[in-house]
Structure formats: structure tokens, C-alpha cells
């Protein structure tokens, strides 16, 4: 059984830049493939960034490619999302999921809000 727990979302102004975390426990995930998803609100959760398990292998939504970065320290259990040049179209809930195969993912976390301002 794997716990994943989200946090760093928040209220940041259109251009701004946030930091998601997502620290696993349980057991360790470092053979899993891990990723970020988001809801935003009415709409379906829709995939947004997978790492490999080392870390050389990612992938990115065409809506969020050239702005995020997916990355992992396998040492502490954690994946990061870094987001820079927010968009108001990025407001969602975003998701930690693994181990991620395609659109679906064994363990999700709870979410994080992240509300982007024009």
C-alpha cells in the first residue's frame, strides 16, 4: 500500500510560478513510474506530467510543455512539480498518482488546490 500526500498549491497571480510536492509512504516507490493529473472544476482529470523511475524519462501535456517540470528524489520518496508561467486555464485540483500507466494509476493522493488569478 502506497500513500501519497500533495502539497505547495495555492493562489498565485497569472505569470507566477508554484512548487507541487508529493511525498510517498509506505513503501517505497522508487521502480514506479509517477505523475501529476488535475481536475478542474466540471471537467474531467486529464493527465499533465509522468517521470520514469530514475528520472529520465518524462512527458508533459501539450498545454504545459515549455512551462512545467516534472522531476523526483527517490531518496526522500518525493515527486515535484514545479509550474511557472501560470496560466488561469492551469486553476485545478492536481493529483499525485502512481505508479502511472497511461491515464491510470494504482494510488492517488488526496489533491492540492491550485487557483491561478487574472
Known amino acids: 500500500q502506497v500513500q501519497l500526500v500533495e502539497s505547495g498549491g495555492g493562489l498565485v497571480q497569472a505569470g507566477g510560478s508554484l512548487r507541487l510536492s508529493c511525498a510517498a509512504s509506505?513503501?517505497?516507490?522508487?521502480?514506479?513510474?509517477m505523475g501529476w493529473f488535475r481536475q478542474a472544476p466540471g471537467k474531467d482529470r486529464e493527465f499533465v506530467a509522468v517521470?520514469?523511475?530514475?528520472?529520465?524519462?518524462?512527458d508533459y501535456t501539450e498545454a504545459v510543455k515549455g512551462r512545467f517540470t516534472i522531476s523526483r528524489e527517490n531518496a526522500k520518496n518525493t515527486v515535484y512539480l514545479q509550474m511557472n508561467s501560470l496560466k488561469p486555464e492551469d486553476t485545478a485540483i492536481y493529483y499525485c498518482?502512481?505508479?502511472?500507466?497511461?491515464?491510470?494509476?494504482?494510488?492517488w493522493g488526496q489533491g492540492t488546490q491550485v487557483t491561478v488569478s487574472s
Open positions: 498518482a502512481a505508479p502511472v500507466r497511461g491515464t491510470s494509476a494504482d494510488y
Open positions: 509506505g513503501r517505497t516507490v522508487g521502480t514506479y513510474a
Open positions: 517521470i520514469g523511475w530514475s528520472g529520465g524519462y518524462t
